[in-house]
């Protein structure tokens, strides 16, 4: 019976650290995480969501650090009626490379966890609701539309440790022209 406790609990605490709330990345900088990036991967497996998996494109973000510490992030998606732009306000926290941000869609308040970045080329930011996996995702972010094979296998493996199922994790299909080359950008909410 003490044998199966200890098994038990040291199992639980292993479980934890797998599936528990990763760190920022050390000694993050946000002045060179700053610019432009691509979402190219998304591990995002709410049920509302399923039916749009295969409708997903890479979108384009540009990144910039405000004199308060807080950070606006303008994306470009592609959608039916054209590209569109969402501008995002993440709050800084305490902890460099940690964000909140309240989530419209959602009604809710997210943290934003920049996990790992080389600053020139990917970066992987885990975005969640602590208690609440529905609104838990994983994001793939490149410099360029396309990373190496190393890097995309890097992120598959950091989704499948928070526990996504394989389908949740996808490689979305490039666009092009969005935003066009002039960054014209109409605001929604």
């Known amino acids: ?20 709330h990763p760190q920022p990345q050390k000694d993050f900088d946000l002045q060179r995480f700053a610019g432009k990036w691509y979402r190219v991967g998304l ?11 295969d409708k997903l494109r890479v979108s384009m973000g540009m990144l910039t650090p405000q004199t308060n510490g807080n ?3 303008t994306m470009w998606s592609q959608s039916s009626s054209g590209c ?27 943290d934003i966890t920049v996990v790992e970045t080389n600053y020139n080329q990917y ?3 885990l975005k969640h609701k602590n208690m609440d996996r529905e609104y838990t995702q994983v994001a793939l972010y490149g410099r360029s539309q396309k990373l190496k094979p ?9 989704a499948t440790s928070q526990g996504f199922p394989k389908d949740a994790i996808m490689t979305p299909t ?12 109409r605001r929604t909410s």
């Open 123 to 125: 970066a992987l930011v």
């Open 1 to 20: 019976m003490k044998i199966t406790l200890v098994s038990v609990a040291t199992a639980l605490v292993f479980l934890m650290g797998v599936h528990g």
């Open 174 to 185: 490039l666009t092009e022209n969005c935003p066009p080359s002039k960054h014209k950008t």
């Open 43 to 53: 591990a995002y497996d709410s049920p509302g969501f399923v039916p749009y998996r």
């Open 84 to 110: 569109r732009s969402k501008l995002y306000t993440y709050e800084k926290t305490a902890t460099p490379g940690a964000f909140t941000y309240f989530s419209t869609r959602h009604n809710k308040e997210k």
């Open 71 to 73: 950070v606006n992030l």
């Open 150 to 158: 190393d890097v995309l296998q890097k992120f598959r493996d950091f």
